[in-house]
């Protein structure tokens, strides 16, 4: 029985990896202009929208939370605690999907070179897994503790933000456009030649 | 009378897509596939003729001529590889010594069953040999997808269907003889019946999806992104690393 079992779950496995990669869309050509400029606004998204410590600092800020907890009736604190809930929980998810869009890029790109190493993949492909779980478990975390649940969370969320947006801006600097060179000009007005 | 009926259809479907790439022109783009498709109806062709003309004989002819079939299905694998993965070698290179080790191991195995057993027309021994050799398929062409899924790789229509029809074969393949060796008697012999059939599905989803040929986008430059692998991978790593530092802390608070 066991045995029958177990070539049941080889074929059942080789079915459902078949349907797994018929399902899944491929990767954008590499080097494309599409492919550039989707990890080019993922890291202007990371710069910009989503990291910067004052944003995050802002809405995780605690005199607002004691504010509204000693000068506003209780239906408006439940309000204010949903929203901050709301806001954390869509940064959170924010951050996974750059991580995924990170993720996307590297596989997308180091499928092309030839000297590729097999276990540094896998220790890449494990590193991606490992945090993308861990996202969600903080997204776990807040959802069932709250958004001001656990009291350091929101002073580490906004250092986290603010190392996050250097570390990204540092190893996906190759992302960035290079800075343009202006042709001198050095012609008369009316004159033609540059 | 069902029986013969799909043997002729299916005999008629093998030959159409063998027609079909000559048409095409497509037998020289796949050729690992089309010299496989060749031989298989060769086989067939044979194996009605014996059939016709000396059914006692059938068995007999039979089994060397599944293990051939069988050993042969390793051309549909290496198809899938080289067209999946030809483009990206580094990716190749890591299934290729795995996909090719695999095929020797058939080739041994095979070659050690000849010689070792006399009585081919034994169904169990036939069937058990025919088992793990289509396990080791299962496992090597898991393999090969599980990289195609990991990297996103594309397909074009003509190898989606030779990988979704060999794919299926092989797996309906695998828990239909298990089926015969494990299961209970009146499994056994529905197994037994549809067994003659499983190949029909293969040869409708490659007549469909090879009618025509479409090729392969071209392969995209990859200069404007850099070629050192080392530096990508430890940017990579980098980011990672200062992802992974930030995280564990806030869980554990």
């Given at each position: 029985?066991?045995?029958?079992?177990?070539?049941?779950?080889?074929?059942?496995?080789?079915?459902?990896?078949?349907?797994?990669?018929?399902?899944?869309?491929?990767?954008?050509?590499?080097?494309?202009?599409?492919?550039?400029?989707?990890?080019?606004?993922?890291?202007?998204?990371?710069?910009?929208?989503?990291?910067?410590?004052?944003v995050?600092?802002r809405?995780?800020?605690?005199?607002?939370?004691?504010?509204?907890?000693?000068?506003?009736p209780?239906?408006?604190?439940?309000?204010?605690?949903?929203?901050?809930?709301?806001?954390?929980?869509?940064?959170?998810?924010?951050?996974?999907?750059?991580?995924?869009?990170?993720?996307?890029?590297?596989?997308g790109?180091?499928?092309?070179?030839?000297?590729?190493?097999?276990?540094?993949?896998?220790?890449?492909?494990?590193?991606?897994?490992v945090?993308?779980?861990?996202?969600?478990a903080?997204?776990?975390?807040?959802?069932?503790?709250?958004?001001?649940?656990?009291?350091?969370?929101?002073?580490?969320?906004?250092?986290?933000?603010?190392?996050?947006?250097?570390?990204?801006?540092?190893?996906?600097?190759?992302?960035?456009?290079?800075?343009?060179?202006?042709?001198?000009?050095?012609?008369?007005?009316?004159?033609?030649?540059? | 009378?069902?029986?013969?009926?799909?043997?002729?259809?299916?005999?008629?479907?093998?030959?159409?897509?063998?027609?079909?790439?000559?048409?095409?022109?497509s037998?020289?783009?796949?050729?690992?596939?089309?010299?496989?498709?060749?031989c298989?109806?060769?086989?067939?062709?044979?194996?009605?003729?014996?059939?016709?003309?000396?059914?006692?004989?059938?068995?007999g002819?039979?089994?060397?001529?599944?293990?051939?079939?069988?050993?042969?299905?390793?051309?549909?694998?290496?198809?899938?590889?080289?067209?999946?993965?030809?483009?990206?070698?580094?990716?190749?290179?890591?299934?290729?010594?795995?996909?090719?080790?695999?095929?020797?191991?058939?080739?041994?195995?095979?070659?050690?069953?000849?010689?070792?057993?006399?009585?081919?027309?034994?169904?169990?021994?036939?069937?058990?040999?025919?088992?793990?050799?289509?396990?080791?398929?299962?496992?090597?062409?898991?393999?090969?997808?599980i990289?195609?899924?990991?990297?996103?790789?594309?397909?074009?229509?003509?190898?989606?269907?030779?990988?979704?029809?060999?794919?299926?074969?092989?797996?309906?393949?695998?828990?239909?003889?298990?089926?015969?060796?494990?299961?209970?008697?009146?499994?056994?012999?529905?197994?037994?019946?549809?067994?003659?059939?499983?190949?029909?599905?293969?040869?409708?989803?490659?007549?469909?999806?090879?009618?025509?040929?479409?090729?392969?986008?071209?392969?995209p430059?990859v200069?404007?992104?850099?070629?050192?692998?080392?530096?990508?991978?430890?940017?990579?790593?980098?980011?990672?690393?200062?992802?992974?530092?930030?995280?564990?802390?806030?869980?554990?608070?």
């Open positions: 029985m066991t045995s029958l079992i177990i070539f049941c779950a080889i074929g059942a496995g080789l079915f459902l990896l078949l349907l797994l990669a018929m399902v899944r869309r491929p990767s954008r050509p590499e080097g494309s202009a599409d492919a550039l400029l989707g990890a080019r606004h993922a890291l202007r998204t990371l710069q910009v929208s989503l990291l910067p410590a004052e995050v600092e809405f995780l800020a605690r005199d607002d939370l004691d504010y509204v907890l000693a000068a506003a209780l239906s408006i604190q439940q309000l204010f605690l949903q929203e901050r809930k709301r806001i954390l929980l869509a940064w959170i998810t924010q951050v996974r999907q750059q991580i995924t869009s990170l993720q996307d890029f590297h596989f790109h180091s499928r092309h070179f030839v000297q590729m190493s097999l276990t540094t993949e896998i220790g890449l492909a494990w590193e991606f897994a945090l993308r779980m861990e996202c969600r903080l997204y776990l975390l807040v959802v069932l503790r709250g958004p001001y649940g656990a009291p350091l969370i929101a002073g580490k969320m906004a250092g986290t933000a603010a190392r996050l947006c250097s570390i990204s801006e540092e190893s996906l600097a190759f992302l960035a456009p290079a800075e343009g060179r202006a042709i001198p000009d050095d012609s008369a007005r009316g004159d033609a030649h540059v | 009378m069902l029986s013969l009926i799909l043997w002729w259809a299916g005999i008629s479907l093998e030959a159409v897509i063998l027609l079909r790439s000559v048409i095409v022109r037998f020289l783009r796949y050729p690992y596939f089309y010299t496989y498709m060749t298989i109806l060769t086989i067939d062709l044979t194996r009605y003729f014996v059939y016709w003309h000396s059914p006692s004989a059938y068995r002819w039979y089994w060397p001529t599944e293990f051939v079939s069988v050993s042969i299905g390793y051309g549909v694998i290496l198809e899938i590889l080289r067209q999946a993965l030809g483009r990206y070698q580094g990716v190749a290179r890591f299934i290729s010594g795995i996909v090719w080790a695999s095929l020797l191991v058939v080739l041994a195995y095979v070659a050690y069953k000849s010689a070792t057993v006399t009585n081919w027309s034994a169904a169990n021994t036939g069937a058990e040999l025919k088992r793990d050799l289509r396990t080791l398929q299962a496992i090597v062409l898991s393999a090969i997808l990289l195609i899924s990991h990297y996103r790789i594309e397909l074009t229509r003509n190898l989606k269907g030779i990988i979704v029809g060999y794919g299926i074969f092989i797996a309906m393949n695998v828990v239909n003889l298990a089926v015969q060796a494990y299961a209970a008697a009146p499994l056994v012999d529905a197994s037994r019946h549809l067994e003659s059939y499983l190949f029909f599905f293969p040869l409708m989803i490659w007549t469909l999806t090879l009618w025509s040929y479409q090729p392969a986008a071209a392969p430059g200069e404007e992104l850099g070629s050192d692998y080392e530096s990508f991978s430890r940017r990579t790593k980098g980011t990672l690393r200062g992802f992974r530092e930030s995280y564990p802390r806030k869980l554990k608070e």
